[in-house]
């Protein structure tokens, strides 16, 4: 039972390098989701994926790109590592039918950038 | 102005006390109202949801919606240790999810 499963747990960065994080869902859902956590912020959207194909940009889009790369995949993409963007990053999926409200998240992967 | 407001915190209490956790919120469009729980190094999980105005109980836990005030609360009877974590209101609108910035609750045995 694997769910949200999220690539790396840990990762340091120099400012400037840049870093892919990986996803992946195995409970067939549509929509996926990137959010990044700070002290005193709570969750904020980065960006999500209604379905496969299709990605739009959350509150906090500026520094990162996105690519869908089929049903099961979300990679959040860093070109340019920042010291702001040091954070906890969180991929989610939402559920489908009863399950329609709820996002499954992974466990997360905590960023610093030097 | 955020769309969702929640006290930070820190919340401690003794074990087996009644916890209030509370939310508001400025989007009127908003109609599906969550709360996850979040252990220290871990991803939110869904605690329960409501769709539109009401109580819904769940054991030890009612969530309750009053989207006249535009708020919504989160009620823990008998809380114990294990119940220490981080509280996350949510609410859906539009395939988008808006978080609260979590309460922060200690239960002391």
Known sequence: ????????????????QSMTLQCAQDMNHNSMYWYRQDPGMGLRLIYYSASEGTTDKGEVPNGYNVSRLNKREFSLRLESAAPSQTSVYFCASRGTGEDGEKLFFGSGTQLSVL | QKEVEQDPGPLSVPEGA????????????????????????????????????????????????????????????DSQPSDSATYLCAMEAGNQFYFGTGTSLTVIP
């Open chain 1, 1 to 16: 039972n694997a769910g949200v499963t999220q690539t790396p747990k840990f990762q340091v960065l120099k400012t400037g």
């Open chain 2, 18 to 77: 009644i916890v209030s956790l509370n939310c508001t919120y400025s989007n009127s469009a908003f109609q599906y109202f969550m709360w996850y729980r979040q252990y220290s190094r871990k991803g939110p999980e869904l605690l329960m949801y409501t769709y539109s105005s009401g109580n819904k109980e769940d054991g030890r836990f009612t969530a309750q919606v009053d989207k006249s005030s535009k708020y919504i609360s989160l009620f823990i009877r």
